[in-house]
């Protein structure tokens, strides 16, 4: 058996390939087969010289172990192949795996449809910082030096002298838009709030508000009670009263509190509303004279009304939640039941 003979054999192994089980086989019956090249090579031992005999068997026994390493080698190529093609046999008839949606987060849904209704009445919307300075939280807000809202137990402060607080309210949004703007002002300003409470049932330290606000001649308290009665009816239908209760707030004069007819017993008294048939959702009242000076309108020519909501305590009622700490646990159980809300 010529020498050059076996080398071609060995290069026809080294670069031998296999995509499928048929090529594999065909592999396998030319070099592994006992009728295989490779077999012929044994065959042909009997017709070498002796004295040639162990040179050529050495070499021939290395051919085999290089056909059998190759052929290990080409087993896994095809398996890897195989698996490959079977991730991609895709049957197009089966019904489609159910992809979980998400869905939106009832505080979310609440401030749109608040922001929807009132959008709808002409108020356009605005936004301001969430880390605000002591003129815009307070000072411009007419509330005293020594007021009890700006100490240690409601505020977050983060500075001192000057003081720079978390805003406890947005209505330091409205003093910011007042002092940019000439009336006619009407905006609402939707944002999150921080207050320094222990977090409970009922209070949270951060919490969404959505405050409004309108400046311009002639703004009556008519207008405020006009304003949210149409509010309430749209948020909560149209069964939905209305009740004013004199309050105090240091930038509005004269003050009061919103309630309206309790959701769950229409009024005739449940423990929702503790028996009284209404529930409170926020304050309001007239724009006090010192607020419209200090942020440059003229007081003698404008009047305004302005008004504050809690965004979670209106969810709270709209869905009957008892429990604030629920909107940000992220319990998928409690989330689940708002999907189909938009
Ligand atoms: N800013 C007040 C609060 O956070 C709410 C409010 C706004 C009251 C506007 C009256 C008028 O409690």
New binding site residues.
């Given amino acids: 058996m010529p020498s050059e003979k076996i080398d071609q054999i060995i290069q026809e192994i080294k670069h031998a390939t296999a995509q499928t089980k048929e090529e594999l086989e065909a592999y396998r019956l030319r070099f592994i087969s006992k009728k295989s090249v490779v077999g012929e090579l044994f065959a042909a031992m009997k017709d070498i010289p002796v004295e040639e005999k162990k040179a050529y068997g050495q070499q021939v026994n290395e051919v085999k172990l290089l056909a059998s390493e190759k052929f290990k080698e080409l087993i896994e190529q095809v398996n890897q192949t195989e698996k490959k093609s079977k991730a991609l046999d895709i049957d197009l008839t089966l019904p489609p795996t159910q992809v979980p949606l998400g869905g939106i987060h009832p505080l979310t849904t609440t401030r749109h449809r608040i922001i929807e209704i009132f959008e709808r009445i002409g108020f356009n919307l605005s936004e301001g910082p969430e880390i605000e300075d002591d003129w815009h939280n307070f000072t411009a807000l007419n509330f005293p030096e020594n007021h009890p809202a700006r100490e240690m137990q409601d505020t977050f402060f983060i500075e001192k002298n000057p003081d720079i607080a978390l805003r406890?309210?947005t209505?330091s949004v409205q003093v910011r838009v007042m002092e940019k703007e000439k009336p006619p002002i009407r905006t609402l300003s939707p944002g999150r709030?921080f207050r320094n409470e222990a977090i409970s049932a009922r209070a949270h330290c951060i919490f969404h508000?959505v405050?409004g606000l309108y400046v311009d001649e002639n703004v009556s308290f008519a207008d405020l009670k006009q304003t949210l009665y149409h509010f309430a009816k749209e948020m909560f239908g149209p069964k939905t009263k209305v009740r004013f209760r004199p309050s105090f707030?240091p930038?509005?004069e004269p003050?009061a509190e919103i309630d309206i007819s309790c959701l769950i017993c229409g009024g005739k008294g449940c423990n929702i509303c503790k028996g009284t048939g209404w529930v409170e959702i926020?304050?309001?009242?007239m724009v006090d004279p010192n607020v419209l000076e200090n942020c440059g309108i003229d007081s003698e020519r404008y009047t305004g009304f302005?008004?504050?909501m809690g965004i979670e305590r209106i969810a709270m009622l709209k869905y009957q939640i008892n429990d604030l700490r629920l909107f940000t646990e992220n319990d998928i159980r409690f989330l689940k039941q708002f999907r189909s809300l938009v």
């Fill in positions: 406890t309210h209505s709030v508000q405050e707030f930038f509005t003050s926020g304050g309001s009242g302005a008004f504050g």
